[in-house]
Nanobody, 113 residues
């Protein structure tokens, strides 16, 4: 059974940084792409970043230049480094394995002074 668990969320001031971690189990991570999504209150869930099995990455325009997605296949882990955070980055962040349509429970990120 494929499982994903996010961690690393919290409260941070505007301009600050956080690193989110997606720990996976039940799959050989090196063969699969993983996406990071977020959902703000009252809004639809949106794609933030995705990393392919090849290591290729894509980002939403709103986070380009500020967020970086990376992976450590040996640790079955995917990271989302978030810098220069803004209040509009607030939301619940989820990782997703599209091949299995598997989601983690999410981790809350709040950017506020």
């Amino acid at each position: 059974q494929v499982q994903l668990v996010e961690s690393g969320g919290g409260l941070v001031q505007p301009g600050g940084s956080l690193r989110l971690t997606c720990t996976t189990s039940g799959l050989e991570l090196e063969y699969y792409g993983i996406g990071w999504f977020r959902q703000a209150p009252g809004k639809h869930r949106e794609l933030v970043a995705i990393i392919a099995s090849s290591g290729n990455t894509n980002y939403a325009d709103s986070v380009k230049g500020r967020f970086t997605v990376s992976r450590d296949n040996a640790k079955n882990t995917v990271y989302l480094q978030m810098n220069s955070l803004r209040p509009e980055d607030t939301g619940v962040y989820y990782c997703h394995a599209p091949r299995f349509d598997s989601w983690g429970p999410g981790t809350q990120v709040t950017v506020s002074s």
